[in-house]
């Protein structure tokens, strides 16, 4: 296993082009070949973020994290230090991506490393969505059609 650097104790000159916002959300890490990975949003700006990590990741490896109100964001990992390791975002966030993600609702919740299952990942057809609309209409309907019934 390649060893990346650890990162000094002491400050360097920040080469950031944003500013780094600390999060402190749970989120969930994915990997190719590996199960997804509970981790801990340190903080993030526009072009990565520090995780805190139980998982041993590797030097430049691709991953993904969801972000909360901004969905799934991938990266490579770009450092480590003793408790966290650096993740560099392929895209920068967009513009209001980092108050979104601070407005979203954490709401205590174990987070769940279990991916959707296989009839969730897909789009429904309009066919579907319109029967199923159809479907929930008739039986509120029928529900109002009732209670006035009774009412009579």
């Given amino acids: 296993m390649t060893q990346l650097a650890s990162r000094p104790s002491y400050p360097f000159p920040d080469r950031r082009a944003s500013a780094r916002t600390h999060v402190g959300q749970r989120s969930v890490l994915r990997r190719e070949g590996q199960a997804p990975s509970p981790v801990q949003l340190v903080n993030v700006a526009r072009e990565g973020c520090a995780l805190s990590v139980e998982a041993e990741l590797e030097p430049h490896q691709q991953v993904e994290i969801d972000l909360a109100g901004l969905g799934p964001v991938s990266g490579r990992i770009v450092w480590r ?9 392929e895209n920068p966030l967009p513009a209001g991506a980092i108050t979104r993600l601070l407005l979203a609702e954490d709401d205590g919740a ?10 969730l990942r897909g789009r429904i057809s309009p066919v579907a969505t319109l029967a199923l ?10 529900g109002v059609a009732e209670i006035v019934l009774q009412l009579a």
């Fill in 133 to 142: 609309l159809a479907g929930v209409s008739v039986f509120a309907w029928a």
């Fill in 81 to 89: 230090s003793a408790s966290a390791y650096g993740c560099r975002f």
């Fill in 110 to 119: 174990e987070v769940s490393t279990t991916p959707p299952p296989s009839f």
